[in-house]
């Protein structure tokens, strides 16, 4: 017997929290195995492709103040 059909047969008569269960349990199952997770919708495209990031595309976009190390005029009197 296909292993969907017996899937579908053993969930035949669980409520949806039963069925949400059992879905957490196999992701747990696959997290614990080393199985990446591919059931996240941000890592695949419309087609069903995997995206590829790249490293380093918002390069130069942030700053950092030049007095970010600082000591806060709030906190002068604790030093």
Known sequence: MPLE????????????EEL???IRYVRFIKIEAGIPANY???NV???GKKK???AGKYRGQGWM????DAP???F????
Request: overall charge negative; proline content about 0%.
């Open 5 to 16: 059909l017996l899937l579908q047969q053993e969930a035949k008569g669980l409520t949806d």
């Open 20 to 22: 949400k269960e059992v």
């Open 40 to 42: 996240s919708r941000n």
């Open 45 to 47: 495209t419309s087609t």
């Open 52 to 54: 590829i990031r790249s």
């Open 65 to 68: 103040a030049e007095d970010f």
């Open 72 to 74: 806060l005029d709030d």
């Open 76 to 79: 002068k009197e604790y030093m």
